[in-house]
């Protein structure tokens, strides 16, 4: 639907732009920021527009990662990232049901295995232009894939960025947003917050010439010589789209506030089909801060603690609570045919005071919070059943708030007898029944988040003590953003149904179609393409610039 | 993407009509025929067109069951079926995550509620205009919704009719259409087969006036002086759109062979968007009939036999293999986020000599063929060990045309574990595991299928033999066809992106967005909707139709 009165696409003949460039970008994340760096190394004028107050979008809210398949980095240290080998890790887990080493797209529809092509072709000269533009990095030569330990993964480490401060310390995406903007800004490219752009302006043959952007001033028009790249994220803010596209529930967002599916307007507007709507960027988040729409709100890449463990509303346990986030939060979404009803939706988080005392801290993305310091998305008992009565009770006050949320009456029962049989397996440093800390990707995390390790046979399990007290917070599956939207070509441009492409309109990061379907590779797979889309429709925006009267060839 | 050179809409001035008509109702499904039936009850002209050189498409093909809230039946027969009652017992089940009994929209996003509304304030009147035309039905007064039990189901029984022969027996999909299609002829409808349309004509206001259907000889231009009516299925047959549509993975579908979603096409080049996509109506197929891609397969809906078991490629059993068929093939499609797989996919379904010798005939939807019948996707074993063998072959011929086919080592040892235990709850009239046989629904569908009983404690569960021989087939998820595309309001208009209609266009049945999410009620939620929505598209489209100068008022 239409956000306002005004028309997601305006003829040119409505429209007298207030001001002309080359380039509009639309959002200033990292695709956002990606595009305007390129546009601007290849000599165009660039307006970038961000609707919030601040910049950065999702990218400034997340540790800003980015994967890059062959960047220099892995090639200076002289690991090989083949693009054949690359194509069949990413292929493989982007439609796994498909996927075939033998066939010329790998089992993969056309469309996506073209931007995967891209993806890798593009990747290596992409990073490296960020860098040139001194947005900063460092090589995370260490660091897994989340299925690094699929045979079809030939380079199972170090694809991954993370940002660098100016003090050469490890970053996040506020850095990555700081350095970029600094960048654009120093470049001779304008940023211009409090603009949100709702339509596009389009010329007679239907090419893409400008924007109407709302502001507090009211609306402005700005022309673009060359191209609109649109940068300007997911839908994961729109309960309504949401409730249309998604495969299963969702409960909770770690987006912008803003990603409210702008985009998605106007591309189905100007004829864009909408494709690969059905799965977000998954993580966890605990309840109560998804119910707060907490604009800072983190995502829970790892829930913390060796001595901890998950149950559903019934009091069992059913998953390993150290997978990847994106996986983790499928489990949740698991359907039961017979009570037609999500029963693992959402999750009692579980933890006893060994796992309090050694992993309590105030990062921001921890539940478990140091004793003392405000934590009112916490429960506490000082036994199990007091634990499952203060829960019990915590559940009464939300439920009519949150369908699907629901505590058995031999909750408190089944808990017991969950974290008996969790530490029976810990006492001998394995899990009984979902494999807990046999990954790579989980003893990585584990390294990255713990607050110490307790038992060295495996630094993921340890046993709850049988004295309390123990303490409890509920979990949801969330979207860091959604990954649907209309679909570009190798050159980020859109698309329309017949698969013609829009002249004058790019797109790339979480407002567009991922080649990506449900799969989220590695830490920074989402992104790392947003750069490397941003950094191709910023290059060819530019390219689409025509040669001006008088001006030098 | 246009499915050939001509674009899926013309402009008027591109066109001359080769005749002209009050109501142009393309497809000859349900929703279909009784366009034409309500169109023609209200005095228009109807030329309906099908793609095929045969009626019917999907309709024809399938039991015709047709749920039907509150029809004259149940009236009749004075059970009260209220509307708010209906309604909460499909919000319930369209949208179980936003379920909200306290909600004016009871959780569902707007326009499943306006649907849902509107069908069932037509469902009674549709059912009936279809009776007034001879197109005759039984009431199935004790079949039971698929989710009888639930709590929000106040009328458990006896919404489902089914077709019935000029005989008075008990018909199919056959009867329902020859006696649809006998009804439009006979009130001076006109039939034509082999007319594609792929093409709307919009006049310069953008009203639909009429359409291009490709014919074997050559392409004609029908004008359609009050609206054009769509019920042309789904997409089912259209890989592309599946890959790119689909929640997760369906390996076969019994729609009509033509179910390619041309009408997608159509909606997204008038700027509709497409919703209700991910989820299809699923079934079961054995995989090596889902891989002839016969145009006459049959949907396994109730997999037969009481001494029989599913196991996936592990040989283990993982699920009750006597659900509604809708539920079962989403246990298929549960996600391993260790192994990146979907290791249900594929399951083993196994059988010894006692339900051979029961529940072998010759219905095209039964996989067990009586001795010596032609049965090449059944695999035979004289002892379970010969069986796992003679699968394991099967599955090395099969697994390259199969990503996502696999039969594990010690599957043999797995599979005899398997069936020991199954004996042992059946031993015991009960399942240990899944609960099978204890659903109402479950236990009817035996009834209506089952070759005997042998245990009347639980007529669903009886232990495999010890002693060969045992039989085995692939199972896998396939769609009935699928249930998304551009949204419909009430009156059964198509809505573009914005909400507004589409002057002159209507949709009804499996080629526009459902409102039943992935929900599927009862036996007949596929058909009922169809004819409702139908009837009310044929009746608005004829009211479309403008006073002709000189015409009786």
Chains 1, 2 share one sequence.
């Not at 639309?26 to 919030?52: F, H, P, R």
């Not at 605990?286 to 009091?315: I, R, T």
């Not at 069992?316 to 489990?331: I, L, S």
């Amino acid at each position: 639907m239409a956000s306002g009165a005004q028309s997601p696409v305006v003829g040119i003949g409505d429209v007298n732009f207030d001001r002309e460039t080359d380039v509009v970008v639309v959002g200033s994340g990292a695709a956002g920021l990606s595009a305007a760096l390129a546009a601007l190394a290849d000599g165009a004028e660039v307006v970038l527009l961000e609707k919030a107050p601040t910049l950065g979008g999702t990218t400034r809210k997340s540790s800003a990662f980015a994967w890059y398949p062959n960047h220099l980095g892995l090639q200076a240290a002289g690991v090989v990232d083949e693009k054949d080998d690359a194509l069949r890790y990413m292929a493989r887990l982007s439609q796994p049901d498909a996927y075939d080493p033998a066939s010329p797209t790998l089992g993969l529809e056309p469309w996506r295995h073209e931007l995967l092509e891209s993806f890798y072709d593009n990747a290596a000269v992409a990073a490296e232009a960020l860098h040139e533009a001194d947005v900063e990095s460092i090589h995370l030569a260490e660091m897994s894939d989340y299925f690094s330990d699929l045979p079809e993964n030939k380079t199972p480490q170090g694809r991954t960025l993370r940002p660098k401060t100016r003090d050469g310390e490890p970053g996040t995406g506020v850095e990555f947003v700081d350095q970029g903007a600094e960048a654009v800004q120093a470049r001779g490219g304008e940023i211009l917050t409090e603009h949100s752009v709702e339509s596009v302006v389009t010329d007679e043959e239907g090419r893409v010439v400008g924007v109407l952007a709302r502001t507090p001033e009211g609306q402005v028009a700005i022309g673009a010589r060359g191209g609109v790249v649109f940068g300007s994220g997911g839908f994961a803010q729109n309960q309504h789209r949401l409730a249309d596209h998604m495969a299963a529930p969702i409960l909770g967002t770690c987006a912008a506030i803003g990603n409210t599916g702008d985009f998605l307007d106007i591309a189905e507007a100007l004829g864009a089909p909408l494709r690969n709507m059905t799965y977000p960027w998954m993580t966890l988040l605990p309840l109560e801060w998804a119910l707060e729409h907490d604009p800072e709100v983190k995502s829970l890449f790892h829930p913390p603690g060796d001595s901890m463990l998950f149950v559903n509303g019934a009091g069992r346990r059913t998953m390993n609570e150290k997978g990847p986030y994106n996986e983790m939060a499928q489990m949740f979404q698991r359907w039961d045919p017979r009570q037609a009803r999500y029963p693992e939706l959402l999750q009692f988080m579980v933890w006893d005071q060994g796992t309090q005392d050694l992993h309590a801290n105030e990062r921001p993305a921890n539940p478990i919070r140091p004793t003392g310091h405000p934590a009112p998305h916490v429960v506490r008992g000082d036994t199990l059943d007091d634990l499952a009565a203060a829960l019990t009770a915590r559940v009464e006050e939300l439920e009519d708030r949150v369908p699907g949320l629901y505590i058995e009456a031999d909750f408190g029962a089944n808990l017991k007898a969950a974290v008996e049989r969790f530490n029976e397996g810990a006492r001998q440093a394995r899990d009984l029944d979902f494999e807990r800390g046999e990954a790579p990707i989980e003893v990585f995390f584990n390294e990255m988040f713990t607050g110490g390790i307790r038992d060295e046979r495996n630094p993921l399990l340890f046993p709850l003590r049988d004295a309390g007290p123990y303490y409890a917070t509920i979990i949801v599956p969330a979207a860091l953003d959604t990954k649907g939207g209309p679909p570009i070509d190798r050159d980020s441009r859109v698309l329309r149904a017949d698969g013609t492409p829009i002249s004058g309109l790019y797109g790339a990061g979480n407002c567009v179609a991922s080649p990506a379907g449900k799969a989220y590779w590695a830490a920074g797979g989402t992104v790392g393409p947003a750069v490397v889309f941003g950094y191709v429709a910023g290059r060819k925006a530019a390219a689409g610039v025509p040669a001006q009267p008088g001006a030098a060839a």
